[in-house]
């Protein structure tokens, strides 16, 4: 159980290698988005974007974001799990 | 394959709203009623959100991560995986904006009932025909059910006017481009639930 706890930390520890660093080096844009830019719908505002829009925290580097908005999502995921304990 | 908001007609937003909650519910009911765990339900979304962090950079401006229904669906069975899945959508959703709130339905459907449902079938099945080959059949089951996934996508957003193409165009664009993606998708469920194995094994 704590074994599975620590593999997500290290996950998410690693994940801007990926997620932000990879990422900037590519090029990435999320497919669907540059579909929308093609024919317009870019500009469509999100009616709802977020506390930590696309995985940023306001005002801090992407890459410490990237892995502060990972920990609370998985923080929040795990909730259950930490507050319940395995029930057999 | 998260849908933005503005992308979906409201109609087709909202019925996906509706179906996704049915099956959720429904889902809900018989995992607990079956004596399922919310334990397993927290860790496996909290581990397929972790690596689905993993975002893996392809030259060209795009990127492949693993989408997880279908392993959710493997691991869990197909309840405790719409479950897990859905867990997963709704925190992506709220906390980073990632997939449209008013097209939660939608990704629900896709992912949480498409993507799990279909892979654990495909699961079931591949592993009767192949003799219990584990590797085999959670790489099909991976592989076919996020294809099958981006084309029930690519069919809510040519159903919606708002989207200028009109289904002859994001359909086989979606299908096609996640049957590439999803290769990897495939590998990683196949590995994954060759070291594990499906629910019930």
Redesign the interface.
Known sequence: MRRSYLLILILVLVSPIFGVIGADIVGYHEPLDVAAEMIGLGESEPVWSGIFPDYTVPGVPDVIGYVISGLVGVGVLLLPAVLRGRRD | ???????LSPLVALSLYVISLIVVAYSGRRYFREGG???Y???M???I???Q???????????AHLVGGALDGVLLGPFGGCLAMF??LL????????G???ALGANAFNMAVVDVFLGYLIYKVAMRMSGGRKFLSGFLAGWLAIAAAAVACGVEIGLSP????PLSVTVPVMGA?HLALGLVEGLATGFIVSRVGGVGE
Do not use: E, K
């Open positions: 394959m998260h849908i933005p908001d503005g992308f765990d919310i334990y339900l927290s860790v979304a909290a581990g959100f972790a690596a962090m993993l975002n893996w950079p392809i030259p060209g401006g795009t990127s867990m997963n925190v992506r959703c709220i906390l980073m904006g990632d449209g709130i008013t708002q989207f200028g193409y481009w």
